[in-house]
């Protein structure tokens, strides 16, 4: 689905949206959100930016506290937040594409089902792929010179959201052997900070709140975007990085590496799913529709701030926030790939890293 696509379906879902409902008091509570990776990744950073803000439009200003659940790529704090069932609207869950991507496969270690939760929020992301400096001295545009260097990179496993670098490397020719098993990508640029790593990529808050920290020290070299999309539906360069090139273009002056075919549908459909609705805020099974209305108000309340854009560009990045049925169209969006990209998807796990999902 294109942005103009999904922004048409969200306009059409609020347009269907229900009469406002009796404001909720959430005086003196404390609500916990919960994320399922570590706190040094992307996705810590994007809860943390949030929570405050949610506080404050929240009724009665409640307290939001981040906490951290992870575990196997994140599918067991989502595993968990499957047996959860609404109380008094005081647990928040946030997902990414490493929780989407699971379930968009049938991993079998999934045990949830994203149609059971409420989604309040949706916010898409880019990506960044960068090299350490030396060898990022020999990157020209393209990954012709970096075909014979051996790279390492520490890996969430290849059927989370690293699946796009790692298709996107092999589609260029390079060498990158993944170290399976961090608990989330900001593991991964800690082991690229010690030099255990190689090549690291990272999504759009997570590199703005680390790894651009080495790249201004010269210890890092920006390789490419994963890019962003236009209303065609075409693959532009990310706006909260327009000086860096897409993989598309890097692909396209690399030699052997073609932006048509099998391999770019598949790792395009998982782009879409991946990144343009990246991370999603649920609460739970059996929430009240007062309590899904007064969140989905106040996230609505937080885009709507006068320095809202001033302050997620350089926390988060500049990218789309959906909420209420916007939310709900983008859940949908994120959690939808073809046949053919999943048939594909799966048939090269299984032959570039042994990865049965059967």
Known sequence: ???????????????????????????????????????????????????????????????????????????????????????????????????????LLGDPRVRYEYSDWTPVMASGTGGVAYLNAEDGAKFDGSANNLKDIDFIYGSQGATRLDLVPLLAWEMLGMSVEPVFGIKGRGDGR???????????????????GGSMAMVNDGKAVPMMTWGALNEAGDIVRDPTFPDIPTFKEVCEATDGCETSGEAWDAWKAFFVAGFPVQKIAFLPAGTPDDVAETFSNAFDAVRNRPDFAEIAAKRVGKYEVFVGDGAKAATTTGTTVTDEAKNFVTNWLQEAYGVSLK
């Open 1 to 103: 689905m294109t942005i103009k696509k999904l922004a048409a379906s969200v306009a059409a879902a609020a347009l269907l949206a229900s009469p406002a409902l009796a404001e909720v008091d959430m005086s003196g509570k404390t609500i916990e959100w919960v994320i399922p990776f570590s706190e040094t990744g992307g996705s810590a950073k994007w809860a943390n930016f949030f929570a405050p803000l949610l506080s404050e439009e929240l009724p009665g200003n409640p307290t939001v506290v981040v906490k951290f659940m992870p575990g196997a790529g994140s599918t067991k704090g989502a595993n968990w937040f499957q047996e959860q069932e609404h109380e008094d609207g005081t647990l928040l869950f946030g997902t990414s594409g490493s929780t989407q991507f699971p379930y």
């Open 190 to 208: 800690l082991m690229f900070e010690r030099g255990e790593a190689t090549i690291d990529y990272q999504t759009s808050s997570g590199y703005l």
